[in-house]
């Protein structure tokens, strides 16, 4: 049986993500089918309904995410491992700062976002599993010393680029990542 991840993209992105594309790229070297679907973030209920359908119904075996999609990663309630790249962790402060001119930002979404990262930080037993990879000249926002000092990540890489990282910086991260926690062992 192939395995499968669930790429989440982020603010203003789609499935055509090239983060998400590179990711894939990686994730494919491994036996891994990468799915990529479009999710409307600023909907935080709906998008959660409909990652948690597909991880149930395609029996995801890993969660890759990137900015604001990392964010949804990380409240996802399911034990599984989860690569965030450069994750949005406090969308309530990035996200209204990113929004284009003309757009509207639903000022409701930054409670549920809140309550929703609170709730996961309480589910310590995914922790083990969660594992954040940093740009060192992210343009946007770094959350690594918080993803490792308030929310417990596993493992936090650094590595070279900005916030939409290149194949090349990723792949050595995620291979180490793969081998050191066994995502890339046959099933």
Partial sequence: MEKK????????????????GNVAAILKQYGYETIHPTFDLLDCKSALTQMSKIIKEENISLIAAHSLGGF???????DLPKLL??????????????MFEGEVFPEEIKSVWIEEREK?????SEKTNLHGIFAKNDELFSY????KNELGFASIWKIEGNHK?????????IEM?????DFFKPE
């Fill in 5 to 20: 991840a669930l790429f989440i993209h982020g603010f203003h992105s789609d499935s055509d993500s090239t983060t998400g």
């Fill in 72 to 78: 949804y990663g990380f409240i996802l309630p399911f």
């Fill in 85 to 98: 790249i450069n994750p949005c962790l406090k969308p309530e402060i990035e996200i209204p700062k990113l």
């Fill in 120 to 124: 996961s930080n309480l589910r310590t």
């Fill in 144 to 147: 690594a010393e918080y993803a």
């Fill in 165 to 173: 990282p290149t194949r090349e910086a990723m792949q050595p991260a």
């Fill in 177 to 181: 990542l793969g081998k050191a926690f």
